[in-house]
DNA sequence: TAGATTGTTAATCGATTAACAATC
DNA sequence: TAGATTGTTAATCGATTAACAATC
């Protein structure tokens, strides 16, 4: 119940056997803007560029250079004053910190539209992720292919699950059905064994400790969105309303 | 260029015609999470629930009852001491507040798998989003028809992005292209009038002051997952290594 | 009145920012 | 050495939390 602890506890302040830097504990914020440069430091190392100056990374992610060198000053010091960052080596560092280094296991959960797209996605291999399992509780799509030539999926069915995190091949778990069956996956997907969750489904999701969730919901950033676009709506029409110009607009 | 300002300067603080509370700026966090607090309440009202506390709707809803309290404060005091909200009226007030009072309209590019996932969800509809274009740049997508069978939809050329935005027919735009064309897409639609965007596509978007950008990115939720499961692989081995327990397992 | 629950306060915590000393 | 750029500091800002007075 209670083995997960911060970091800052006893032993973690501490040389951690693989050594390096002495603290630890990566602020939240930090760790989602991570993934970001990354994306970046590898389509630049690609492309041949050898080095890199917060300023030019920064402006390239659409954050302040101060921000960017914050955040990489928790990684350690891989930068050199006066020149920049390497950046194949910038990129190797920020992986390592995400555990990206070495591939993990993802298996699906509904095979909709959602769960189509998904496995259709290319984004996920080049990122060390590979689809393992793309299950679905129906019994007709079952055994449909699915995603791209190269790469194609067979629908299996939700017996699949257990076994898949049992060997070991699974370590994150997404959710792509219906939010009335969200919450009875998620807790089938913790009993498996996943400590990862990752949902598309409309539905709020609760879990154990020591389990994390994280929630992708359209519905909720079109709403975000919509209430800027009030906003913008109310402003324009104070400004209309009380500020000194009012011209230039009925033609 | 610089229309755009925060509400606080000078003529915010007074009344705003439509009038009720006196204070306004609401937090971008208590923003985020009204859309949840919504979807529950909207959920209950349906069951026939009449009121909630503060307690219960944020049970339901994953945060705790003092974070709720606080959030829908911002609105203003719509509940009863002693008793709890109302519930359809305190989903009334949220969705005055984010601006669903008046509907939304879409507009989708890029008709791939994501772009017919998204045509296919019915979370839009029934939150107040009309999807009013589905355009794609390949000629051989355009025509086709997509989406649930009792509201399909006809793929459009690129060249309908202008006429719906300038008809008033989209106030949202989202971005469901590969990376490479996602920029270019963005700044047509900024240039075609929408101020809000929605982005699908892994790229970082760079877009005038004065429009608002959210961006949903698969592979950057995996890579936040992955460093959560890395992190507590170590924790794991810490405390196999370190601490005073390494029974019980050996079988 | 007694019990329940809100709305608000004040303290704490975490994230951002600007500035600059360190140093290549 | 002079110029450039990092890594870190300290100040500011925003978000969370716990506690409780207000009040139904």
Redesign the pocket.
């Known amino acids: 119940m209670s083995t997960v602890r911060p970091l800052t506890s006893s032993t973690a302040a501490q040389s951690t056997g693989r050594g390096r830097t002495a603290e630890r504990v990566i602020?939240?914020?930090?760790v989602a803007r991570l993934p970001i440069y990354h994306r970046v430091l590898l389509g630049w190392a690609d492309a041949g560029r050898q080095t890199?100056?917060?300023?030019d990374l920064a402006g390239a992610c659409g954050?302040?250079?101060?921000?960017l060198?914050?955040d990489?000053?928790y990684l350690g010091?891989?930068?050199?004053?006066?020149?920049?960052?390497d950046v194949r080596f910038l990129a190797y560092q920020i992986s390592r910190e995400l555990g990206l280094t070495e591939p993990r296991g993802v298996v699906i959960v509904g095979a909709g539209n959602l769960g189509q797209a998904l496995v259709a996605y290319r984004g996920f291999a080049s990122r060390g992720f590979a689809i393992v399992g793309l299950l679905d509780i129906h019994p007709d799509t079952v055994g449909q292919r699915f995603g791209a030539p190269e790469t194609p999926i067979t629908v299996g069915p939700m017996s699949d699950l257990e076994p898949i995190v049992a060997d070991g091949r699974a370590q994150i778990g997404v959710i792509a059905t219906p939010a009335e069956a969200a919450q009875q996956v998620c807790d089938r997907m913790v009993a498996a064994g996943l400590r990862s969750v990752l949902n598309f489904a409309p539905a709020v999701l609760h879990v154990p400790e020591g389990v994390e969730v994280r929630k992708v919901d359209l519905a909720v950033e079109l709403q975000i969105l919509a209430f800027h676009e009030q906003r913008r709506a109310e402003e324009h029409h104070q400004t209309m309303e009380h500020a000194s110009l009012g011209k230039a607009i009925n033609a």
């Open positions: 602020p939240s914020a930090t890199v100056s917060s300023e954050v302040s250079p101060a921000k060198r914050k990489l000053s010091s891989y930068g050199t004053r006066g020149v920049g960052y």
